[in-house]
């Protein structure tokens, strides 16, 4: 049974950092393309960041040198790190797993980022 376990969302104040994890299980996680996404109410989810199996990486352009996102293939985590958050960045957060036709998704994490 496959699981993606995030982890490490909450409300923080603009400005601030938080560090999402995503634990996955029942996966050979070495060979997955690892996303996050974030969806707000009433909008698609968006793609935030990928990490390669081979830790190449890319980031949207709207978060492009605030997150930061790293995988640790023998804890088989994914993480995404933010930084100088703001209030447009509140969103659920989605961590993805994705191989060939295997497409797999975590529960979301809620972040908010409000004074």
């Known amino acids: 049974q496959v699981q993606l376990v995030e982890s490490g969302g909450g409300l923080v104040q603009p400005g601030g950092s938080l560090r999402l994890s995503c634990a996955a299980s029942?996966?050979?996680?070495?060979?997955?393309?690892m996303n996050w996404y974030r969806q707000t109410p009433g909008k698609q989810r968006e793609l935030v960041a990928t990490i390669f199996s081979d830790h190449f990486t890319n980031v949207a352009d709207s978060v492009k040198g605030r997150f930061t996102i790293s995988r640790d293939n023998a804890k088989n985590t994914v993480y995404l790190q933010m930084n100088t958050l703001k209030a447009e960045d509140t969103a659920v957060y989605y961590c993805?797993?994705?191989?060939?036709?295997?497409?797999?998704w975590g529960q979301g994490t809620q972040v908010t980022v409000s004074s």
């Open positions: 029942g996966i050979i996680f070495g060979i997955y393309r």
């Open positions: 993805n797993a994705h191989h060939s036709w295997n497409d797999y």
